[in-house]
């Protein structure tokens, strides 16, 4: 048998970046020698096995025939007779069909090599329709070497307009769907999974509650940006620049959804955008089983943005109201994370990017007040049940009046 390693390991060594998983290629070689030499099996219908010491995946070189539709519909045949050049003409994009043997040989009959220095994204085969998943891959990719100058081949944009229109994006599930899409909003230029999704009708088909936002009209006065769809990359772009973790990153890409409903004959205002967007917002958490912590945040960030925005203006009691919808006393790192939400939607308008946005101290400063209402005192002046509620809440709101009057001095 011949070992290679194979795709992102050679792609990544060859940009000079940073290598963390190796995924190897077996040719000539059967299950039975496999399991022999002590590999694990990863699923009954795979190929694949991992290195007994190492752990790492090792594929045996194999074809792809597709049986049906999504990816339940694979059909795999692997034997030893089927060779690296078979093995690699059914992989996605040319930079990630390349294999190298142990002295660093490459192998790279569908030019690579060339790809990578032209800073090309491109299929090797028409076999990429295959895996509809590759839609959203080739998006991430972009994301992540946008800075290096990387674009979507034409064609191969095309090929990925013809299976969104196809129906088989639908047919992906929501598992394999969100972790391309989490990993790609991770990426240092997230936006750019969403323009290249745009581009070729893949977000349409996925999200089309955030395709919808693209044309719509926001107040110049408050929006120098004025399209809603550029504003919400913008507020993604933030997001990653500001190193903001992947639920703030989600609530970003959501925060806006309402606006999409809006009648034409309102534009560009959007009245009660922040609530009308919630059944939006579950919607998209729903479709793609979002984790909870990023689902929460997301519909919080939705109903609760703009009073971010206008906090210094709050009346305590809405200040109030606000804190214990965040439940800031137990979850004070949700409250937190709304903030950086706000702040990156503030900073995501035209010309606006370094502007400062003294609502976050405002509203740190907000919810420490809030918090340092101490229960003992009331516990032994004898409140309980719903009274003792009710006398927390009393005392936070003073505090919160105590707090507003100090800051505006
Ligand atoms: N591959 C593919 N189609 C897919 C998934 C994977 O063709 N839907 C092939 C590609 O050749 C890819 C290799 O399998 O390079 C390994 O896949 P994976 O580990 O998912 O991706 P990497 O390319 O290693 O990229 P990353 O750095 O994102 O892990």
């Given at each position: 048998m011949?070992i290679y390693?194979v795709?992102?390991?050679?792609?990544?060594r060859?940009l000079g970046?940073?290598v963390?998983?190796?995924?190897w290629v077996?040719?000539g070689a059967?299950?039975?020698?496999?399991?022999a030499?002590?590999?694990r099996?990863v699923?009954?219908?795979?190929p694949v096995f991992?290195h007994?010491?190492?752990?790492?995946?090792?594929a045996?070189?194999?074809?792809?025939?597709k049986s049906?539709?999504?990816?339940?519909?694979?059909?795999?045949?692997?034997?030893?007779?089927?060779?690296l050049e078979e093995d690699l003409?059914?992989?996605d994009?040319?930079?990630?069909?390349?294999a190298?043997?142990d002295?660093?040989n490459?192998t790279d009959?569908?030019?690579?090599?060339r790809?990578?220095e032209?800073?090309?994204?491109?299929?090797?085969?028409?076999?990429?329709?295959e895996?509809?998943l590759r839609?959203?891959?080739?998006?991430?990719f972009?994301?992540?070497y946008?800075?290096?100058?990387?674009?979507v081949?034409?064609e191969?944009l095309e090929?990925m307009?013809q299976l969104?229109?196809s129906g088989?994006?639908?047919a992906?599930?929501?598992e394999r769907s969100w972790?391309?899409?989490s990993?790609?909003?991770?990426?240092?230029q997230?936006q750019?999974?969403?323009?290249?999704?745009r581009?070729?009708g893949?977000?349409?088909?996925?999200m089309?509650?955030v395709?919808a936002?693209?044309?719509?009209?926001?107040?110049?006065a408050?929006?120098p940006?004025i399209?809603?769809?550029?504003h919400?990359?913008?507020?993604?772009?933030?997001?990653?620049?500001?190193?903001q973790?992947?639920?703030v990153r989600?609530?970003?890409?959501?925060?806006?959804?309402g606006k999409?409903?809006?009648?034409?004959?309102?534009?560009?205002?959007?009245i009660?955008?922040?609530?009308?967007g919630?059944?939006l917002?579950?919607?998209v958490?729903?479709?793609f089983k979002v984790p909870r912590?990023?689902?929460?945040?997301?519909?919080?960030?939705?109903?609760?943005?703009?009073?971010?925005?206008r906090?210094?203006e709050?009346?305590?009691?809405?200040?109030l109201?606000l804190?214990?919808?965040?439940?800031?006393?137990?979850?004070?790192?949700?409250?937190e994370?709304?903030?950086?939400?706000?702040?990156?939607?503030?900073r995501?308008?035209?010309?606006l990017?370094?502007?400062?946005y003294?609502?976050?101290?405002y509203?740190?400063?907000?919810?420490?007040?809030?918090?340092?209402?101490?229960?003992?005192p009331?516990?032994?002046?004898?409140?309980?049940?719903?009274?003792?509620?009710?006398?927390i809440?009393?005392?936070?709101l003073?505090?919160?009046k105590?707090?507003?009057?100090?800051?505006s001095?």
């Amino acid at each position: 048998m011949r070992i290679y390693k194979v795709g992102g390991a050679v792609r990544d060594r060859l940009l000079g970046k940073p290598v963390t998983d190796i995924d190897w290629v077996v040719v000539g070689a059967t299950t039975e020698e496999m399991l022999a030499k002590g590999f694990r099996p990863v699923g009954a219908d795979f190929p694949v096995f991992l290195h007994p010491k190492s752990g790492e995946e090792y594929a045996l070189a194999r074809t792809e025939r597709k049986s049906g539709r999504g990816y339940g519909g694979f059909t795999f045949h692997a034997n030893p007779e089927v060779t690296l050049e078979e093995d690699l003409i059914r992989r996605d994009l040319t930079i990630n069909a390349m294999a190298e043997d142990d002295q660093q040989n490459l192998t790279d009959p569908y030019h690579g090599q060339r790809d990578l220095e032209a800073r090309l994204l491109r299929h090797v085969s028409p076999a990429f329709a295959e895996d509809p998943l590759r839609v959203l891959r080739v998006a991430r990719f972009a994301a992540r070497y946008a800075a290096l100058g990387f674009t979507v081949a034409p064609e191969t944009l095309e090929l990925m307009r013809q299976l969104s229109e196809s129906g088989e994006l639908e047919a992906l599930t929501p598992e394999r769907s969100w972790k391309e899409i989490s990993r790609a909003l991770m990426e240092d230029q997230p936006q750019v999974f969403v323009e290249v999704l745009r581009a070729c009708g893949a977000l349409k088909v996925l999200m089309p509650e955030v395709d919808a936002l693209f044309g719509v009209p926001q107040p110049p006065a408050h929006h120098p940006e004025i399209d809603t769809g550029a504003h919400t990359l913008s507020v993604l772009q933030q997001a990653a620049t500001h190193k903001q973790p992947l639920t703030v990153r989600w609530a970003c890409l959501l925060h806006d959804l309402g606006k999409g409903l809006t009648p034409e004959e309102e534009w560009p205002r959007h009245i009660a955008h922040e609530f009308k967007g919630l059944k939006l917002i579950k919607a998209v958490n729903e479709r793609f089983k979002v984790p909870r912590d990023c689902q929460e945040l997301a519909l919080l960030v939705g109903e609760y943005h703009t009073h971010g925005h206008r906090a210094l203006e709050l009346k305590p009691s809405t200040l109030l109201e606000l804190l214990q919808s965040f439940d800031v006393y137990r979850r004070p790192q949700r409250f937190e994370e709304f903030i950086a939400a706000c702040e990156m939607d503030a900073r995501g308008r035209k010309g606006l990017e370094s502007k400062n946005y003294p609502q976050a101290d405002y509203l740190r400063g907000a919810a420490t007040a809030a918090r340092s209402v101490a229960v003992q005192p009331l516990l032994e002046k004898g409140f309980k049940g719903p009274e003792l509620g009710e006398a927390i809440k009393r005392e936070r709101l003073k505090a919160l009046k105590a707090y507003k009057e100090t800051a505006s001095t």
